[in-house]
């Protein structure tokens, strides 16, 4: 599985307490296949603590890159980070995880992201689809999206990538889809291109694997904090579908 997060530099800096988050959230994550920083700068001197970690790689743009993405603006720059990301290397038949520089990950994320795509495709053979990991929406109130012990249909309008997962080849399709329609003819944000492309066939962790904790916004807008995020992990039925309390401990 290949994982990217697409950042840039700004104040204050989230990407680190991700960063934190991923190592610490499951003793798996060295079977990661590989971890992309995807810098929508050419600069990224603000990265040199983490370049000795040869799990990380760190992509700047190319000088031509930043010259042509200059005079763009935050929601076009975004787009041209995106397909950066999308076009990452994913070995067939793999995945690929692409969140922003401000969120966390629930404990035992890769293990449980696993176990969510395996129920998704191995269950109930679906290959053509997105997963969101987090979302500002409660969908696991609503019974009529329930899908599956651990996933859900989105069930409502899609927006906000904080984190997601896109199997390969819906990886390509959507580089290609975002490229035409986001970066060399801005039509709208990214997220929402995303949601053009494969909001009929988008669906949501039951209970969020990462949560948004920037607070300070980089002007594109995007999803707030999930509320289910501090609700124990836990396969879920239809009898403890929408259970109402939660609380914080973790399964």
Not at 7 to 24: A, G, I, K
Not at 154 to 168: E, K
Request: hydrophobic share 40%; aromatic share 10%.
């Amino acid at each position: 599985m290949t994982l990217a997060i697409m950042t840039v530099q700004r104040d204050p800096e989230y990407l680190f307490r991700t960063l934190s988050s991923l190592f610490m959230a499951d003793p798996r994550m060295h079977e990661l296949g590989s971890l992309h920083l995807m810098v929508d700068a050419e600069d990224a001197a603000y990265l040199d603590d983490v370049k000795h970690h040869a799990i990380a790689r760190i992509h700047p743009l190319s000088p031509a890159e930043g010259e042509r993405v200059r005079d763009w603006g935050r929601h076009r720059r975004f787009n041209h980070n995106c397909v950066r990301c999308l076009c990452l290397p994913v070995d067939p038949g793999g995945g690929l995880v692409v969140v922003e520089d401000d969120v966390v990950f629930r404990d035992r994320f890769l293990t449980r992201l696993i176990s969510t795509v395996d129920e998704i495709e191995d269950v109930a053979n679906i290959r053509d689809y997105a997963l969101a990991l987090t979302t500002a929406y409660d969908l696991e109130r609503e019974p009529s999206f329930f899908r599956g012990a651990l996933y859900c249909s989105y069930g409502l309008p899609f927006y906000g990538t904080q984190a997601m997962y896109y199997p390969a080849a819906v990886a390509r399709n959507l580089a290609d889809f975002i490229r035409e329609r986001g970066v060399e003819a801005f039509t709208k944000p990214g997220d929402l291109l995303v949601g053009e492309s494969y909001g009929d066939r988008m669906y949501a962790c039951a209970r969020p694997l990462a949560t948004h904790i920037g607070r300070v916004s980089t002007g594109l807008g995007g999803c707030g904090p999930s509320p289910g995020f501090a609700r124990p992990h836990e396969p879920l039925t239809l009898e403890t579908w929408g259970r109402p309390g939660g609380n914080s401990a973790e399964a």
